[in-house]
T-cell receptor, first 115, second 113 residues
């Protein structure tokens, strides 16, 4: 079974530029998550999708961040314009919908550096 | 107060030592308690999860949950250099498809050969 795919793996941009990250979840997983992990911290949930609908985006800075999951499969996360404090690893995770506990499977992440 | 607090470490132990990693939490609505391992430049991977208070063992790993104290622990027996990683506790609440996860800040562990 293929894992969660993310691209690019690394990105360096200047502040005020825009950037987009792509995630392809595990086939059949209905729930998709985007996390931000700042160096030395745990992952912080930015947005959660169930199929192509948003379940939780309460911690997404909506003035600069946007995300979509067209057709309920892969997803893109965009930052426009980027700030220095956006430097972090952006992790995508997916999980199936089952009764009870659902394990999250993480991708390798995209490491963003904003200069 | 943060919902989940985790001892920051870093922790450095000799090979073969018993390691204890801990987290406390404040939200009594949390239902599931997880431990993830994250190697450098990789995504987190699930080690263990528990639902109720008590112990759960898997090989050299034991997860312990005390809901009355809002305290969880992960014990690693006979630690190996390959256990060197950052360990993240995580907790979740919700219903199927809507679980919200809160992660701790992680404890970096180094096991010396």
């Amino acid at each position: 079974e293929a894992g969660v795919a993310q691209s690019p793996r690394y990105k360096i941009i200047e502040k005020r530029q825009s950037v987009a990250f792509w995630c392809n979840p595990i086939s059949g997983h209905a729930t998709l998550y985007w996390y931000q992990q700042i160096l030395g911290q745990g992952p912080k949930l930015l947005i959660q999708f169930q199929n192509n609908g948003v379940v939780d985006d309460s911690q997404l800075p909506k003035d600069r961040f946007s995300a979509e999951r067209l057709k309920g499969v892969d997803s893109t996360l965009k930052i426009q314009p980027a700030k220095l404090e956006d430097s972090a690893v952006y992790l995508c995770a997916s999980s199936p919908i089952l009764a009870g506990y659902n394990e999250q499977f993480f991708g390798p992440g995209t490491r963003l550096t904003v200069l | 107060q943060k919902e989940v607090e985790q001892d920051p470490g870093p922790l450095s132990v000799p090979e073969g030592a018993i390691v204890s990693l801990n987290c406390t939490y404040s939200n009594s609505a949390f239902q599931y308690f997880m431990w993830y391992r994250q190697y450098s430049r990789k995504g987190p991977e699930l080690l263990m999860y528990t639902y109720s208070s008590g112990n759960k063992e898997d090989g050299r790993f034991t997860a312990q949950v005390d809901k009355s104290s809002k305290y969880i622990s992960l014990f690693i027996r006979d630690s190996q250099p390959s256990d060197s990683a950052t360990y993240l506790c995580a907790m979740s609440a919700g219903t199927s498809g809507t679980y919200k996860y809160i992660f701790g800040t992680g404890t970096r562990l180094k096991v010396l050969a």
